[in-house]
């Protein structure tokens, strides 16, 4: 039905401008005697252009309005729900770490599709690495020095990111001040991006055929956590805020795609 909806907004107008630009179909059926010699193609013409005038102005420019309006209570009602679960998510951490001023992020890494790279593997018989990039979401994180920040998850995996991927389990660090220039396999933009954490916990994102289609990550740059003396509290934690934010807004571990 949707895709009727969007044949018709672009069949209409273009038909129309078409046939009040264009006599030669009129004509056509004329000879052919489908329209009778005496049919007033100036008229038919003249009409053909005020539905195309109309059409354009005012059904188009509705639809586009109730479209925005939609666009824009939905994304009111998401603001909600990501609020409802980053308070969720606070209280809980707060309550874990017995600190009230607990601070954490939310990331988001999806697939990064560079389809050059992979339409150039295709041809040439080779394969392809493959990319997780970052989404930082507000309210759970900012677009900060970790914008585009990115790991390899296949074949050579980098961070905790594509040990999350390989394994399709949660994987965690929480003393990332020791362990992270030396332990990922990261390149040095990665480290500079990353050096402030002082943990981080990745939870894979899995589809029907257990393949992990995201990675959630959640780390602080300033509120301490012990994972290993709390791991089975932080695992039901994380593992419910994951299952909540896939089921109610799967569009955010959608993948990126890039065409250079």
Same mark, same amino acid.
Request: aromatic share 10%.
């Given at each position: 039905?949707?895709?009727?909806?969007?044949?018709?907004?672009?069949?209409?107008?273009?038909?129309?401008?078409?046939?009040?630009?264009?006599?030669?179909?009129?004509? @056509?059926?004329?000879?052919?005697?489908? @329209?009778?010699?005496?049919?007033?193609?100036?008229?038919?013409?003249?009409?053909?252009?005020?539905?195309?005038?109309?059409?354009?102005?005012?059904?188009? +420019?509705?639809?586009?309005?109730?479209?925005? +309006?939609?666009?824009?209570?939905?994304?009111?009602?998401?603001?909600?729900?990501?609020?409802?679960?980053?308070?969720?998510?606070?209280?809980?951490?707060?309550?874990?770490?017995?600190?009230?001023?607990?601070?954490?992020?939310?990331?988001?890494?999806?697939?990064?599709?560079?389809?050059?790279?992979?339409?150039?593997?295709?041809?040439?018989?080779?394969?392809?690495?493959?990319?997780?990039?970052?989404?930082?979401?507000?309210?759970?994180?900012?677009?900060?020095?970790?914008?585009?920040?990115?790991?390899?998850?296949?074949?050579?995996?980098?961070? @905790?990111?594509?040990?999350?991927?390989?394994?399709?389990?949660?994987?965690?660090?929480?003393?990332?001040?020791?362990? +992270?220039?030396?332990?990922?396999?990261?390149?040095?933009?990665?480290?500079?991006?990353?050096?402030?954490? @002082?943990?981080?916990?990745?939870?894979?994102?899995?589809?029907?055929?257990?393949?992990?289609?995201?990675?959630?990550?959640?780390?602080?740059?300033?509120?301490?956590?012990?994972?290993?003396?709390?791991? +089975?509290?932080?695992?039901?934690?994380?593992?419910?805020?994951?299952?909540?934010?896939?089921?109610?807004?799967?569009?955010?571990?959608?993948?990126?795609?890039?065409?250079?």
């Amino acid at each position: 039905m949707r895709l009727l909806n969007y044949l018709i907004d672009i069949a209409v107008p273009a038909l129309s401008t078409y046939l009040a630009a264009d006599d030669s179909i009129i004509r @056509l059926l004329i000879r052919k005697n489908l @329209l009778s010699t005496s049919f007033n193609i100036v008229m038919f013409q003249r009409v053909c252009l005020l539905i195309s005038i109309l059409f354009t102005t005012f059904v188009l +420019n509705i639809k586009l309005i109730i479209h925005l +309006n939609s666009k824009e209570k939905l994304q009111k009602e998401i603001a909600g729900l990501f609020n409802v679960i980053k308070q969720f998510a606070q209280s809980n951490f707060a309550s874990i770490s017995k600190n009230n001023d607990f601070n954490f992020d939310l990331r988001i890494f999806v697939p990064e599709i560079n389809v050059c790279k992979y339409v150039l593997a295709f041809v040439i018989r080779k394969k392809v690495e493959k990319w997780f990039v970052i989404k930082n979401i507000e309210p759970f994180a900012k677009k900060d020095i970790t914008e585009h920040l990115r790991f390899r998850v296949e074949p050579d995996i980098q961070g @905790l990111v594509g040990q999350a991927y390989k394994s399709g389990s949660i994987v965690y660090d929480d003393a990332l001040e020791l362990t +992270n220039d030396t332990e990922y396999s990261l390149d040095k933009a990665q480290i500079s991006r990353t050096s402030k954490l @002082l943990w981080s916990l990745c939870v894979p994102i899995l589809n029907e055929n257990n393949d992990v289609i995201a990675v959630i990550a959640f780390d602080s740059d300033s509120s301490s956590l012990d994972i290993k003396s709390n791991k +089975n509290e932080i695992r039901d934690l994380t593992n419910t805020l994951a299952i909540m934010i896939r089921d109610s807004v799967p569009e955010l571990f959608k993948r990126v795609w890039r065409f250079i």
